[in-house]
């Protein structure tokens, strides 16, 4: 409790960064509750197609007249689940690999690294592109895509950290008491490497939210839900005569983005030692 205690601490300290958690707040909850408060259903057609904001739709309608107030707050639930889901599965593959890599060496390393830039030399989003244009577009296969782009930058990271920790004096240690390379690996370096670690899946969170929404926009979109980037690419084509209709999702990703990034940025400041005594 006392670390917990001097963590937040650190923390509110930085006050972009409980900025960011207040609006990352409201959108979370907009995705969870908003549904509920606001009980239509986005791909309803319910008025005139383009129609600018008024009292019955208060941010206007789409080009086939659905609500884009419904439409926003279901494609939060649908953003914030490939973002996170996507970050969680980069992090427990690229964290298994880069663990592996980093604990062993010698020739796994070679042989891990090596396959972890080759991944690094395609480009992400052409890479993700290509994967979800090959299998149907669905959310599963676009969460999937987006993991599989993201985990070499953690396997990276993950690497470097048991590489620095595997040669100290407790891990010594933990092998003289006899104890497996697995126990070593997760109970003793694991928490040690786990800050950075955090840090970078946090912001990969934006980072998967920003390339879904590409996906989306180019096409590549499960047709049987409402995303930000989905809302983005229906209104492209009236962009000059109804520019709502993607700058309300545009500018909803925006600020979703920066709120995730600063507290990214927030997580980094308190977890990291060396800026403690700032």
């Given amino acids: 409790m006392p670390a917990f205690l001097d963590f937040a601490r650190r923390f509110g300290r930085n006050w ?33 197609p383009a129609q600018p904001p008024s009292a019955q739709f208060p941010l206007g309608t789409d080009v086939s007249g659905r609500d884009i107030l419904a439409g926003l707050l279901h494609g939060a639930r ?18 298994a690999v880069g663990a592996v890599a980093g ?28 994967i979800v244009a090959i299998f149907t577009p669905t959310i599963g296969t676009i969460t999937a895509s987006i ?45 040690n490497a786990l800050a950075p670690i955090v840090v970078v899946s946090s912001l990969m969170v934006a980072t998967a939210i ?7 926009f180019l ?26 209709m993607a700058a309300i999702p545009g500018v909803t990703i925006m600020i979703t983005v920066l709120a995730i990034n600063l507290v990214g940025e927030g997580l980094n400041d308190a977890l990291n030692p060396r800026l403690r005594q700032r």
Avoid: H, K, N
């Avoid at 996507?86 to 690229?94: E, Y």
């Avoid at 396997?155 to 070593?184: D, H, W």
């Fill in 210 to 216: 920003l390339t879904e929404a590409g996906l989306s």
């Fill in 147 to 191: 993991a599989v782009v993201s985990w070499p930058s953690v396997a990276r990271l993950v690497r470097g950290e048991f590489v620095a920790q595997r040669s100290r004096e407790y891990v010594q240690a933990c092998r003289g008491l006899g104890m497996s390379a697995p126990e070593i690996m997760i109970v003793q370096i694991l928490p």
């Fill in 219 to 244: 096409g590549l979109s499960d047709p049987d839900v409402i995303s930000w980037g989905y809302m983005i690419g229906v209104g492209r084509s009236v962009l000059r005569d109804a520019w709502w």
């Fill in 103 to 130: 604990y062993v060496g010698g020739w796994v390393d070679d042989l891990l690294m090596r396959v972890v830039d080759f991944f690094l030399t395609i480009p992400s989003f052409v890479l993700a592109v290509v």
């Fill in 78 to 95: 649908v953003s914030l689940f490939v973002g996170i889901v996507a970050s969680l599965g980069a992090t427990i593959v690229g964290g």
């Fill in 16 to 48: 972009t960064a409980v900025a960011g958690c207040v609006i990352l707040a409201a959108v979370v909850f907009g995705a969870l509750f908003g549904p509920a408060i606001y009980p239509i259903d986005p791909f309803d057609m319910l008025g005139r």
